[in-house]
């Protein structure tokens, strides 16, 4: 599976981005859909991840009532609403699909295809 991110760029404490993951796959309905950040010198870090229903979102702690994570099964995309970001938001975004049972939805080991990432910057 391709995934093509997009959106990222700078932005002032407290703005907004949404992020964008577009998939090459027709099977894209059927995918758990995560997003990952790693920022410099740290390991990659989970964000986000939806069900392939949308049933069930999952958010990392730091993150929970700022992000919204969703998906448009017909346009083949899983987005990430950013809101009141925070300088330590800044970092490389990755979109990842995967099949991963419920408690692996948090692990980067749950995602089989990872896109090339998005860059954000918050400033302070």
């Known amino acids: 599976v391709q995934l093509q991110a997009s959106g990222g760029g700078l932005v002032q404490a407290g703005g907004s981005l949404r992020l964008s993951c577009a998939a090459s796959?027709?099977?894209?309905?059927?995918?758990?859909k995560g997003w990952f950040r790693q920022a410099p010198g740290k390991e990659r870090e989970f964000v986000a991840a939806i069900s392939w229903n949308g049933g069930t979102t999952v958010y990392a702690d730091s993150v929970k009532g700022r992000f919204t994570i969703s998906r448009d099964n017909a346009k083949k995309t899983v987005y990430l609403q950013t809101n009141g970001l925070k300088p330590e938001d800044t970092a490389v975004y990755y979109c990842?699909?995967?099949?991963?049972?419920?408690?692996?939805?948090?692990?980067?080991?749950?995602?089989?295809?990872w896109g090339q990432g998005t860059q954000v910057t918050v400033s302070s």
């Open positions: 796959t027709p099977t894209f309905g059927t995918y758990v």
């Open positions: 990842a699909v995967g099949r991963p049972i419920f408690s692996y939805y948090r692990s980067p080991e749950g995602y089989t295809s």
